[in-house]
């Protein structure tokens, strides 16, 4: 076992001489199983180590009996050791995140601070093949592209895993065998974590589907990574080839494009927009959907994307550019309601709609134009029908008995002259969301908070 | 529901008007659904059909009863119709198959045969997403490389799959609310079967994890599927470039192999080995290995492959051509034994070697130059001890007490002088499978049957 730990920290120049580590110390089986390795080489690589130990303070008793023990440990090898107590339930809350998801997080950046603190060379974590079989799987069921299918990689910036190549059974035969000790860590047994359903139902049952299941996974996940490294770097190459900065604006080129293999275009539209965004977070398959639409339409069309970026066919290609302040703002008026758009993808089983009236949906599809915000103007109407059937934005004012001095105030969400919102008052039927929808456009009014009308 | 399933044929362009379809119709859920939807669809797309339906000869009466079903719906829907009778695990036997596997198998048969028969141009078949999922997920617990992600196509030569757009549930639901007759398949039920632990025990877990998870695993599928057809279209462009054929022998450039991508290298040998061997099955990770290995290796270095295929390192580059003739045969003697050799990855826990006599493992690593299958010749020798002591192998045979006239016809298997077996006799200690073996040589005498003793 040692053995193929020094083989594999070998191939993957995990460890240097005089590498200084900080280690992620739960006291669990996995983490003690790594400190008593590292201790072993403590001296003929001349390491210095860390470790750093996370209370969540979850499991009350429990967690400090783990932090006496880690401790105690410490003490006893002669390692340096910090203790820490967050309270990851709060956070998580605070986050929005799931309690595993925080405490990841949390211990994430407290590995960081302390490695900049102590002047760390390296965080080790005890991650092993079950970890990395559990965490493919989790990519595979919440969807993921390729880069997604190598799961957790040996080295990933500064953190090293040198368990990697282990599987928990060797791990635990081994810290049998050395009579290392260690503490069973209570929310393992929580089946209410997703991760711990993969971890321990179906990891185990696909266990018994092929027993080298957890091997497999591996090589499979490394081929995958190998492929994606390739694709990134040829669609690398091409997207510089095809793009143009000039005056805030972005152009991929047309003429350029079409040359890119048709496998790699996705790629290189997705550097496209994290150029363009300067953010990679929230850009999904759905706005390079959007793109790749509008290679097929004609000059002038143009897409909402997210932060604020729209995206314009032009005779040369496709610009990004900041989406215009919206219109219709006259002088002396208040300023428009800050709006957020988002288009994505309907799922099949959509039945539940946002009940927050400053928060709509509509058939993404059926927008003709482009979706602005302004005040009324002449020649606006409502479909009020579903064969079509079209009423003044001026008679539906009437109808609704809206006093002539607050009409011009209200703010709408218009395609062209069609009106898809008046937004604090009705949405327009013809724009609903029906079966056949496939994407949804969302706007959200001031956060969905405000309430649109000028009254 | 039918409409995401016309979308989905237009989409990978399944049917064409007046396609003659093979159905393959069990009588379950699935294939039932499949049959109504192509009957509605029948009239206006001018098709034609044959249902074809396997009793497989397992489930007894049931399987007489879901015979009779078929029977008379196709007769009441005025479909063509064919039922066989197969014993599958007569044939599953014989083929060391599982049943499952056999019957799979079987059917492909049948429904290709009766295609031609009928002249068919295409053949229906009802799998879905779950059977995508279930698929990928049987591929990466049992290896696979980024083709095996691509689980189950929508078409696949002459098969195509119209409802691989549908979950389970989804079908379910069409067949309840229309009401279409199916039976059900006793053999879903029994967990014993690898997949069905996948398809009723795994894929629901994950389901739980993530309601989307099906739909995910279609996704990312996709994508590997496209990555993988990329690598393989930039693998083929450089492997034309490096290979050259000439006199039976098959050459790797090496000028031009240094300049391919290092993630394109591993399919590039696979290519090699393709045709070298005229055959992809069987061909590994371990064989392209051993033929990046010899790269670093001096000219003149060789590698048995499997096909009795040899691969040889030369000053231009790596040569593949047919594995000479044994040598050690003398004029007038017997022919030597036919021998199978084969190389594999040793799985960490292998403890049960070989049981049979004639079939032998040996540490692929501990040889130094190129196994032969010979008769003795001046200067052998064998490792009797761990710490590397040799014998003479004339030694050898006096202690054994092999009289003189027979150690001429004994048959050897040999590394050089160093002898690894004297087949019939005793396996060198000096080439044993230890812990630290990473890869097996098999060496197989006449199928394992030959005792390799001349008396």
Not at 20 to 33: P, Y
Not at 97 to 124: D, H, N, P, T, Y
Not at 369 to 377: C, G, L, M, T, Y
Request: a positive charge; charged letters at 35%.
């Amino acid at each position: 076992m040692e053995q193929k730990v020094r083989t594999f920290v070998k191939q993957y120049h995990l460890l240097e001489e005089g590498d200084r580590i900080v280690l992620g110390l739960s006291g669990g089986m996995d983490s003690m199983c790594l400190l008593f390795l590292l201790l072993q080489w403590r001296k003929e690589r001349k390491l210095e180590i860390l470790a750093v130990h996370v209370d969540h303070q979850i499991r009350g008793e429990a967690a400090r009996k783990d932090a006496a023990f880690v401790e105690q440990i410490c003490k006893e090898k002669n390692v340096e050791y910090r203790l820490f107590r967050e309270d990851v339930e709060g956070i998580a809350k605070k986050k929005k995140l799931s309690v595993e998801e925080a405490g990841r997080e949390i211990r994430r950046e407290l590995f960081q601070s302390e490695q900049k603190r102590w002047g760390g060379s390296k965080i080790a974590l005890a991650h092993h093949r079950n970890d990395h079989a559990e965490t493919l799987l989790f990519h595979l069921a919440r969807g993921c592209g390729l880069k997604g299918l190598g799961g957790i990689a040996p080295v990933e910036g500064q953190i090293i895993r040198p368990l990697l190549c282990l599987e928990r059974r060797e791990i635990e035969a081994y810290v049998k065998q050395r009579q290392i000790p260690y503490r069973e860590d209570a929310t393992n047994q929580d089946l209410a974590y997703a991760r711990n359903r993969i971890r321990r139902q179906i990891l185990p049952e696909l266990e018994t589907v092929n027993e080298k299941a957890l091997l497999h996974f591996w090589e499979t996940s490394q081929r995958a990574k190998k492929a994606w490294a390739f694709l990134e770097k040829e669609a690398d190459r091409w997207y510089r080839l095809c793009r143009k900065k000039e005056e805030g604006r972005l152009l991929l080129k047309e003429e350029e494009y079409r040359k890119i293999p048709e496998e790699l275009r996705e790629y290189v539209l997705q550097k496209f927009l994290w150029e363009g965004a300067g953010k990679r977070k929230d850009i999904t398959a759905v706005h390079i959907g959007l793109l790749e639409e509008l290679w097929g339409k004609q000059s002038g069309r143009k897409h909402c994307l997210p932060y604020r970026l729209d995206a314009l066919r032009t005779p040369e290609g496709i610009e990004l550019y900041p989406a215009e302040k919206e219109e219709g703002k006259r002088p002396g008026e208040e300023k428009p309601p800050a709006v957020q758009m988002r288009i994505f993808e309907k799922q099949e089983e959509v039945t539940i709609f946002p009940q927050n009236p400053y928060t709509k949906w509509f058939d993404y599809d059926k927008i003709e134009s482009n979706v602005k915000i302004r005040h009324r103007e002449a020649g606006d109407y409502l479909t009020i029908d579903r064969a079509g059937g079209r009423q003044k934005l001026k008679q539906y004012f009437i109808n609704e008995k809206i006093p002539q001095r607050q009409r011009d105030a209200i703010w709408l969400a218009a395609d062209g002259h069609h009106i898809l919102w008046v937004i604090g008052y009705r949405q327009n039927q013809g724009y609903q969301v029906t079966d056949r929808t496939k994407r949804i456009l969302e706007i959200k009014v001031d956060g969905g908070n405000h309430n649109g009308r000028a009254d």
